[in-house]
């Protein structure tokens, strides 16, 4: 099992642009959620989906959207990247009501 | 004033030493306690898991929660040049209000030096 998966690693955006982060996890979990991390700020939950079809604002949600694609994919878009949003990205899954979350490799953005 | 707080270190230790961790909180409501361990560009994953107060042992790892004082901790025996990771604390309340929605600490950052 891969586990979960995340795509691109790394990348640099221009103020403005716009990008997707994508996210897969092969364990049938019914829950996933997409964090930032931010030095000295900690895990901060952007959205989650607590099963395919539904989606939920977190404590960051602002300038973001997310798809709940299917039962394994749930991706994140930047619709006009903003630098307040340059962070480290990671994707997390889990059964149920998530006290034992599974997280990606994370995905770097830079936006100049 | 942030619901969890956690020192960031970094925690110097010698090789073989005690590592003591520990994070405060705020909210009474949290029942569920957890640790996470994340290495330099890596995601996180979970060491331990507790419900409500008490102590939980794992191997060279215990976590201790007192709900009175609002106060988690996490110790690491023997600890190892292995152990040289970003400890986070996470929690929630667990209902369905809360359903799904950590509260991490910023991480404590360990390093073991042989």
């Known amino acids: 099992n891969a586990g979960v998966t995340q795509t691109p690693k790394f990348q640099v955006l221009k103020t403005g642009q716009s990008m997707t982060l994508q996210c897969a996890q092969d364990m049938n979990h019914n829950s996933m959620y997409w964090y930032r991390q931010d030095p000295g700020m900690g895990l901060r939950l952007i959205y989650y989906s607590a099963s395919e079809g539904t989606t939920d604002k977190g404590e960051v949600p602002n300038g973001y959207n997310v798809s709940r694609l299917n039962k394994r994919e749930f991706s994140l878009r930047l619709e006009s990247a903003a630098p307040s949003q340059t962070s480290v990205y990671f994707c997390?899954?889990?059964w149920g009501n998530g006290n034992e979350q599974f997280f990606g490799p994370g995905t770097r953005l830079t936006v100049l | 004033q942030k619901e969890v707080e956690q020192d960031p270190g970094p925690l110097s230790v010698p090789e073989g030493a005690i590592v003591s961790l520990n994070c405060t909180y705020s909210?009474?409501?949290?029942?569920?306690f957890m640790w996470y361990r994340q290495y330099s560009r890596k995601g996180p994953e979970l060491l331990m898991y507790t419900y409500s107060s008490g102590n939980k042992e794992d191997g060279r790892f215990t976590a201790q929660v007192d709900k009175s004082s609002k106060y988690i901790s996490l110790f690491i025996r023997d600890s190892q040049p292995s152990d040289s990771a970003t400890y986070l604390c996470a929690m929630t309340g667990g209902g369905t209000d809360s359903w799904g929605k950590f509260q991490f600490g910023a991480g404590t950052q360990v390093v073991v030096t042989p």
């Open positions: 909210n009474s409501a949290f029942q569920y």
């Open positions: 997390a899954s889990t």
